[in-house]
């Protein structure tokens, strides 16, 4: 890897930040109003053993804007013109685990049985629900490796901006990259030295065929783009049945004829009305009479 140095920005609380704040106990009708928004506004089925992790990761922001109660907290949540502490609650309470090259077994079949096909055509991804980007960037690494610098290009969107920013940052702590092959962090990876020491920077020209944006999985693509390849993985686990439904159909709106779709190997359709073919267990395309399975 080449080197990176000098600050950047952070998305980590202060230290001085760090005292717990006056709240009053998460009760029982203020967490079904916590389910209750983000069901409606994201579609996340929040299991009653969250109630715990919802209490955690709010106390701070109470404590920031001086509430003493969860009720309170909602209440302003729903005044109007409370746009931004509404996108700050999704942001809040979306969970964004991720490192890169997670369920490898993807990345390998797409480089050796999907991309030879589209040596010298144009091919458009979309990762549908990208987090922090660590899944975006190990995919332009496969396409790099297996297409070069041909006409290709990858979306990476997610329902919260937090996330999106530390994306387009692109630093990352080089713990996260611990199953990437080394040719490829040698290749497209700039190693932090001295105040960047422990994180790693992604290549400027990587990032370069990534485009980041928000956007609503229970909504329809407003630009009408379609896509050979839409990865959604670890996503349709906090979904309901007639969520998984309505999300699983957007997609395939977006979905190319012939083109894949990949979910994570804990995941399944089952259940799910679609004209999807499953190919292989979380793999699945759209049928067409152009293009026969790869």
């Known amino acids: 890897m080449g080197s990176l140095e000098g600050p950047l920005a952070r998305d980590e609380p202060r230290a001085g930040a760090m005292h717990p704040p006056d709240v009053v106990p998460l009760k029982d009708r203020e967490f079904e109003r916590f389910r209750h928004f983000i069901h409606e506004r ?8 969250k109630r715990q992790m919802v209490s955690a990761r709010l106390q701070r922001r109470l404590h920031h ?3 003493h109660s969860f009720d309170a907290y909602l209440d302003h949540v729903f005044e109007p013109g409370q746009d931004h502490e509404r996108q700050h609650l999704v942001d809040l309470l979306t969970t964004n685990e991720t490192y890169f090259y ?8 797409l480089r050796e049985h999907v991309l030879p096909a589209y040596r010298g055509h144009g091919v458009r991804v979309w990762s549908a629900a990208c987090s922090t980007g660590e899944e975006v960037y190990t995919l332009a690494m496969v396409l790099s490796d297996a297409l070069g610098p041909g006409d290709w290009r990858i979306l990476g ?31 497209y990876c700039l190693k932090g030295v001295r105040a960047q020491a422990g994180n790693l920077l992604i290549d ?6 990534v485009k980041l944006e928000q956007h609503n999985l229970l909504q329809s ?8 390849i839409i990865f959604l993985r670890n996503v349709l686990i906090y979904f309901d049945p007639p969520t998984k439904q309505r999300v699983i159909a957007r997609l395939f709106e977006s979905l190319r004829p012939g083109g894949l779709l990949f979910i994570s190997h804990v995941e399944s ?26």
């Not at 994201?42 to 053993?49: D, F, M, Y």
């Not at 997610?158 to 713990?175: F, K, N, T």
């Open 221 to 228: 693509r407003r630009d009408g783009e379609s896509f050979d």
């Open 157 to 187: 969107t997610d329902i919260s901006q937090r996330v999106l920013e530390q994306a387009r940052q692109g630093v990352y702590p080089l713990e996260r990259a611990r199953h990437l092959p080394r040719v490829w962090l040698e290749r």
């Open 269 to 294: 359709l089952h259940g799910i009305d679609t004209p999807l073919v499953m190919i292989r267990p979380s793999i699945f395309q759209r049928p067409s009479t152009r293009r026969g399975t790869p």
């Open 102 to 109: 997670r369920e490898p077994a993807h990345f390998d079949y």
């Open 65 to 67: 804007l001086g509430l």
């Open 204 to 209: 400027p020209r990587l990032k370069s065929r």
């Open 42 to 49: 994201a579609g996340i089925s929040l299991a009653p053993h």
